[in-house]
Nanobody, 117 residues
Framework: QVQLVESGGGLVQPGGSQRLSCTVS????????MGWYRQTPEKQRDLVAS???????RLADSVKGRFTISRDNQNNTVYLQMNSLEPEDTAVYYC???????????WGQGTQVTVSA
């Protein structure tokens, strides 16, 4: 059974920092590209950051310079470090895994991040 379990969400003040974690089980983690997406009730689910199985990272323009994605293949975990948070970053954040071989993907259940004073 494949499981992606996100943690680290919650309420944070504008300008603050937060780190999201996604721990994966049931797949060969090192062979999957990992990503973080976010969604609000008004918008579609958008890619925030991704890291390939080789460690290449990509960030959405809106979070460049503020967010960092990293992966720990020893612990089957991907992280999203979020700094200088803005109210516009408020969303449900989802972890995603895509097989580099088959293209099959999996989603976590999502974690709410709220940026508010």
């Amino acid at each position: 059974q494949v499981q992606l379990v996100e943690s680290g969400g919650g309420l944070v003040q504008p300008g603050g920092s937060q780190r999201l974690s996604c721990t994966v089980s049931g797949i060969r983690f090192a062979t999957y590209a990992m990503g973080w997406y976010r969604q609000t009730p008004e918008k579609q689910r958008d890619l925030v950051a991704s890291v390939s199985n080789a460690g290449t990272t990509r960030l959405a323009d809106s979070v460049k310079g503020r967010f960092t994605i990293s992966r720990d293949n020893q612990n089957n975990t991907v992280y999203l470090q979020m700094n200088s948070l803005e109210p516009e970053d408020t969303a449900v954040y989802y972890c995603n895994a895509i097989s580099t071989g088959t293209g099959v993907g999996f989603w976590g259940q999502g974690t709410q991040v709220t940026v508010s004073a």
